[in-house]
Nanobody, 125 residues
Framework: QVQLVELGGGLVQAGGSLRLSCAASGRTFGAMGWFRQTPGKEREFVAAISWSGSSTYYADSVQGRFTISRDNAKNTVYLQMVKMKPEDTAVYYC????????????????????WGQGTQVSVSS
């Protein structure tokens, strides 16, 4: 049974930092990513990483502030967020793919087969 469990959400002041983690179980995964969603809006891409970690992609809005990484030995992906802004407030979802992609295809929802339950991140001004 595949499970993705996100940890690390919470409330932080603008300019602060948070680190999200996503522990995956049930099988090995190729590409992994983070997406976020606010009420009334579509889920949007945040960051993605290939299985080897050699390819990473970021949304323009988080480039230079967020860093995605993974530890394949632990089957875990991380999202380090710094210099956070109120507009980063959202529910953050971890996503995992059966495919071993390393291209911009990882930016799309359709690249992913499994999703976590989401963790709330709130940034106060």
């Amino acid at each position: 049974q595949v499970q993705l469990v996100e940890l690390g959400g919470g409330l932080v002041q603008a300019g602060g930092s948070l680190r999200l983690s996503c522990a995956a179980s049930g099988r090995t995964f190729g590409a992994m990513g983070w997406f976020r969603q606010t009420p009334g809006k579509e889920r949007e891409f945040v960051a993605a990483i290939s299985w080897s970690g050699s390819s990473t992609y970021y949304a323009d809005s988080v480039q230079g502030r967020f860093t995605i990484s993974r530890d394949n030995a632990k089957n875990t992906v991380y999202l380090q967020m710094v210099k956070m802004k109120p507009e980063d407030t959202a529910v953050y979802y971890c996503a995992a793919s059966k495919g071993y992609y390393s291209s911009t295809y990882m930016r799309g929802l359709s690249a992913y087969d499994y999703w976590g339950q989401g963790t709330q991140v709130s940034v106060s001004s």
